[in-house]
């Protein structure tokens, strides 16, 4: 079979805490594409004192979703890079039915789309992410009961300290999660009746679940190439 010359898009779709980063990060390094997540893209701006970031971070500190004329331009762009041209794993987009749509717009009949869905209950969504620690520094994530650095508070991958990102504090988790069931969720009914739609159950370990994902990966997307 000749080699596909289109895309690979594996979109991650889940609650925030489903455990969709640590998966696409680890699956990205496997198949040699960039794990791109709007929220980290978000927090590299806020770093960089961009008048993006700091527009976004009023909506992200409550738990909001940044409006969709801030989050398009900045996701298509990166996408647009030369290292997304043999595929790329988004983490955290779509989250609205228009950018679903603005998505396949945007690959048409260039890509080879696979779309998974995380399942986790709201409350073991609420229990990880609560645990929850981030390096300030690279972004590597930790859980102070589930998955603890070596020494605490510092990561283990750069050494620099660790923080609970504002957005992880109960309250606003809550609020995250309420504003997930009603903006993102009805995306799981946009895709679900595409033939490149499928549910892994995310309240399993992260091995099983990475098991599973890879397995769906091989399958739909990668074999198609080789
Ligand atoms: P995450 O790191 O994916 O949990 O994203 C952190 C926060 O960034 C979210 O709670 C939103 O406020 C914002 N954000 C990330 N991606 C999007 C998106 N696709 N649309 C709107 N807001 C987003």
Same mark, same amino acid.
């Given at each position: 079979?000749?080699?596909?010359?289109?895309? =690979? %898009?594996?979109?991650?779709?889940?609650?925030?805490?489903?455990?969709?980063?640590?998966?696409?990060?680890? @699956?990205?390094?496997?198949?040699?594409?960039? #794990?791109?997540?709007?929220? !980290? +893209?978000?927090?590299?701006?806020?770093?960089?004192?961009? !008048?993006?970031?700091?527009?976004?971070?009023?909506?992200?500190? @409550?738990?909001?979703?940044?409006?969709?004329?801030?989050?398009?331009?900045?996701?298509?762009?990166?996408?647009?890079?030369? !290292?997304? *041209?043999?595929?790329? /794993? +988004?983490?955290?987009?779509?989250?609205?039915?228009?950018?679903? @749509?603005?998505?396949?717009? #945007? +690959? *048409?009949?260039?890509?080879?789309?696979?779309?998974? #869905? +995380?399942?986790?209950?709201?409350?073991?969504?609420?229990?990880?992410?609560?645990?929850?620690?981030?390096?300030?520094?690279?972004?590597?994530?930790? #859980?102070?009961? /589930?998955?603890?650095?070596?020494?605490?508070?510092?990561?283990?991958?750069?050494?620099?300290?660790?923080?609970?990102?504002?957005?992880?504090?109960? !309250?606003? %988790? *809550?609020?995250?999660?309420?504003?997930? =069931?009603?903006?993102? *969720?009805?995306?799981?009914?946009?895709?679900?009746?595409?033939?490149?739609?499928?549910?892994?159950?995310?309240?399993?370990?992260?091995?099983?679940?990475?098991?599973?994902?890879?397995?769906?990966?091989?399958?739909?997307?990668? =074999?198609?190439?080789?």
């Amino acid at each position: 079979m000749p080699a596909s010359t289109k895309q =690979n %898009v594996i979109i991650l779709l889940g609650a925030p805490g489903s455990g969709k980063g640590t998966q696409a990060k680890k @699956a990205s390094k496997e198949f040699h594409v960039p #794990h791109i997540s709007t929220g !980290d +893209l978000f927090r590299e701006n806020l770093k960089n004192k961009t !008048d993006l970031g700091k527009n976004a971070n009023t909506y992200i500190a @409550a738990g909001k979703l940044v409006p969709d004329g801030l989050v398009l331009d900045m996701l298509f762009d990166r996408v647009s890079s030369d !290292d997304c *041209k043999n595929g790329y /794993f +988004l983490d955290g987009f779509p989250r609205t039915i228009p950018q679903a @749509a603005k998505l396949e717009e #945007h +690959l *048409k009949n260039n890509a080879n789309p696979l779309v998974i #869905h +995380l399942e986790c209950s709201d409350e073991s969504v609420i229990k990880r992410i609560s645990g929850r620690l981030s390096c300030q520094n690279c972004g590597a994530v930790y #859980h102070r009961v /589930f998955s603890c650095p070596k020494s605490e508070g510092i990561c283990d991958s750069c050494g620099s300290f660790l923080i609970q990102r504002i957005d992880d504090r109960e !309250d606003i %988790v *809550k609020e995250r999660l309420r504003v997930y =069931n009603i903006q993102t *969720k009805p995306l799981i009914e946009f895709y679900q009746n595409k033939q490149y739609f499928i549910n892994i159950n995310g309240e399993n370990s992260p091995d099983i679940v990475y098991g599973d994902l890879i397995k769906a990966c091989k399958r739909l997307i990668w =074999n198609r190439i080789s």
